[in-house]
């Protein structure tokens, strides 16, 4: 197909279609009149009323690490922030200081992307990879320690008192 060329890690696209089914965005996105740089496919609606114009905002990405970015955007219109990285459930973006923006939503685009929708304005937040099983698991961790702190904390009591019970 002629429409595959590579994309930037991060861009605005003014146009989006839903299409809720993820195989028939595969379908979609082989037809030759598909071009990811005007148009996104979404598999839920945005929440966002599209605008008539194409006019694209500025956008730039600031890697902290390999599982949080940063990201700046000033953006005319309604547009759909799409990041070139692998969608997944764990990423989640907040707002930073100075954003337009009160609350982001992570959503896969073009069946495996991900894409942030923007209101017109200035948005900067951080895109953050938190999966469920790692929070747990680092809870499970700190109250291992914490019982294991008072179990050895009393067993030494009580080697001082010269108790021999166990």
Do not use: C
Request: charged share 25%; no cysteine; proline share 8%.
């Amino acid at each position: 197909p002629t429409n595959l060329k590579e994309l930037p890690r991060a861009l605005l696209v003014p146009r989006w279609k839903v299409v809720p089914d993820p195989e028939k965005v595969l379908d979609a996105m082989r037809d030759a009149t598909f071009d990811p740089e005007r148009a996104v496919l979404l598999e839920s609606d945005p929440g966002l009323v599209p605008a008539e114009s194409d006019e694209r905002g500025r956008v730039s990405v600031r890697d902290l690490s390999t599982e949080v970015i940063e990201i700046s955007a000033d953006v005319p219109q309604p547009s759909i922030l799409v990041i070139t990285d692998n969608y997944s459930a764990s990423w989640k973006a907040t707002p930073l200081a100075g954003s337009d923006g009160q609350t982001y939503r992570v959503m896969p685009a073009n069946y495996l992307l991900r894409a942030i929708p923007l209101t017109a304005g200035h948005h900067h937040l951080r895109l953050e990879y938190r999966p469920t099983a790692f929070i747990v698991g680092t809870w499970v961790t700190l109250l291992s320690l914490v019982a294991y702190a008072a179990a050895w904390g009393r067993q030494l009591a009580r080697s001082r008192r010269g108790d021999g019970r166990r």
